[in-house]
C-alpha cells in the first residue's frame, strides 16, 4: 500500500510517500524559516499563506520524484493538531480533497504520535517502550503500551525545550530557529563555564524550563552591565547542558519507574547532538535499547506521518469527512 504523508502543522509544509509501512519512497520538506526569521518566529497567518502556495506543487513533485500516478496513492495521512489552526486547515483541506475525489481512506494524525512513529521507519521497535518526544512545542515522557495506546507521564509545566532553546538563542541574537545555532555554537564552548538552575516539580518526570531562561537572561544581563564580554559559546554550552541534564535526569527515572527495556527519543529537539551523546550513554548504562531517528527524520516531516496514519489504518481508525482539524488535539484518552 502506498501512503501520501501531509504536514502542516506549523512552519514546514511537507509531503511523503511512504510504501508498506517502512519504504520511504520520497520525502520532501519546504521549510518557512527564510518567511519567519526577520520575526525571530513563526507568524501564523503567513505561516498558513505559504502552505497553500507551496502544498499542491510539492504533492505533485513528490509524485514525479517517486515516479507514481495520483490514482496509485491507496491512503493519505495528514496531520489534525495539535498545531496552528490555520496551518493544520490547509493540509486537512487538501487531504480531504484527495480522499473524496480519489475514493481512499482519510487518516488523521496526531502530530506527537507522528514524531514517536518516526521512531518506527529505520527499525523494527517492540512495545512497550517509553517515549520523550521533545520539540519545539512540546516535551513530554509517554508510555507507549502499544500502536495507538499512549499514556502522559510528565510534561512540561511552561516552556517546551525547543522553545527555550529558541527564546534564549534570539535574546543572544542568533537566527531563527536557535535550537541548532546553539547545538553548533555550544560545541566550542565549555558546558562548566556556568551551572544554570533547573527547578523541580511535584511529580517528578514533569519539566520545566522558564526559570532556567530567566536564569540565562539575568546572567547574561549581569555581565553586560559590569561591562565584561559576554562569552556566547560558554554560555550556548552551559545553558543546552541544563536542558539536556534536565531531560536525561527525567527519561532516566521514567526508565527505571517503569522498568523500560525500550526508549523512543525523537522531535526536533532530539537532533541536538549533546542529547543524542548522553542519551546514548543513558542507554548503555541502563542496559536499554535506544531508538532515536536520524536528525532528518526527529525534525518535522511527513513520513512520521504517513507511517502514523498507517498505524491508524491497521486499526480501522480512518478519519470521518465530518471531523475536522483540532489545534489542541490531545494523544492521551
Ligand atoms: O519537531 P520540530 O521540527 O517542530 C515542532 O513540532 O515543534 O521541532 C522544532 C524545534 C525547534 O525548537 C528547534 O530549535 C529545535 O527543534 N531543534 C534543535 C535542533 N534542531 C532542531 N534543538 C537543538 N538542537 C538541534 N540540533
Ligand atoms: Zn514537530
Known amino acids: ?8 502543522s506549523c512552519d514546514e509544509t511537507a509531503v511523503a510517500l511512504l510504501k508498506d509501512e517502512r519504504e520511504q519512497l520520497v520525502s520532501l520538506v519546504s521549510s518557512q524559516v527564510d518567511l519567519h526569521q526577520k520575526y525571530g518566529g513563526v507568524v501564523p497567518e503567513l505561516a498558513s499563506r505559504r502552505h497553500i502556495e507551496v502544498l499542491t506543487p510539492l504533492i505533485q513533485e513528490a509524485l514525479i520524484q517517486a515516479g507514481l500516478n495520483l490514482k496509485e496513492v491507496d491512503a493519505v495521512a495528514v496531520t489534525r493538531g495539535p498545531g496552528l489552526v490555520g ?3 490547509v493540509g486537512m483541506e487538501t487531504a480531504k480533497a484527495l480522499s473524496i475525489g480519489l ?3 482519510l487518516l ?10 518516526a521512531a518506527f521507519l529505520e527499525n523494527e521497535v517492540k512495545l512497550p517502550a517509553l517515549a520523550l518526544v521533545v520539540s ?13 495506546k499512549f499514556r502522559q507521564l510528565g510534561t512540561t509545566r ?13 535574546f543572544l541574537g542568533l537566527p531563527y530557529p536557535g535550537g541548532p545555532q546553539i547545538d553548533l555554537l555550544a560545541r566550542r564552548g565549555d558546558q562548566n563555564y556556568h551551572r544554570f538552575p533547573v527547578a523541580e516539580m511535584d511529580n517528578p518526570l514533569d519539566f520545566s524550563f522558564s526559570g532556567l531562561k530567566t536564569a540565562v537572561i539575568y546572567f547574561v544581563e549581569e555581565l553586560k552591565r559590569r561591562g565584561e564580554s559576554v562569552p556566547i559559546e560558554n554560555i550556548c554550552a552551559s545553558f543546552q547542558e541544563a536542558v539536556v541534564n534536565s531531560l536525561i535526569s527525567k527519561t532516566k527515572r521514567a526508565i527505571k519507574q517503569g522498568s523500560y527495556k525500550r526508549v523512543i527519543v525523537s522531535g526536533g529537539v ?11 550513554e543513558l542507554a548503555l548504562k541502563l542496559n536499554v535499547e535506544l531508538y532515536i ?18 498505524a491508524l489504518f491497521k486499526k480501522g481508525l480512518t478519519l470521518s469527512l465530518k471531523e475536522d482539524v483540532d489545534p489542541n488535539l490531545s494523544l492521551y484518552e
Open 136 to 148: 519545539g512545542g512540546h516535551t513530554e515522557l509517554i508510555a507507549v503500551d502499544e500502536e495507538e
Open 1 to 8: 500500500m502506498i501512503f501520501l504523508g501531509i504536514e502542516t
Open 293 to 310: 531517528p536520524s536528525p532528518g527524520l526527529c525534525t518535522d516531516n511527513a513520513l512520521m506521518i504517513a507511517r502514523a496514519g498507517f
Open 87 to 89: 496551518a493544520l486547515l
Open 270 to 280: 532530539a537532533a541536538n547532538s549533546r542529547l543524542r551523546e548522553k542519551l546514548k
Open 158 to 170: 511552561d516552556d517546551a525545550a525547543g522553545e527555550t532553546l529558541d527564546k534564549i538563542a534570539r
Open 108 to 117: 488523521g494524525v496526531n502530530h506527537l504520535a507522528g514524531h514517536i512513529y
Open 103 to 105: 475514493g481512499i481512506p
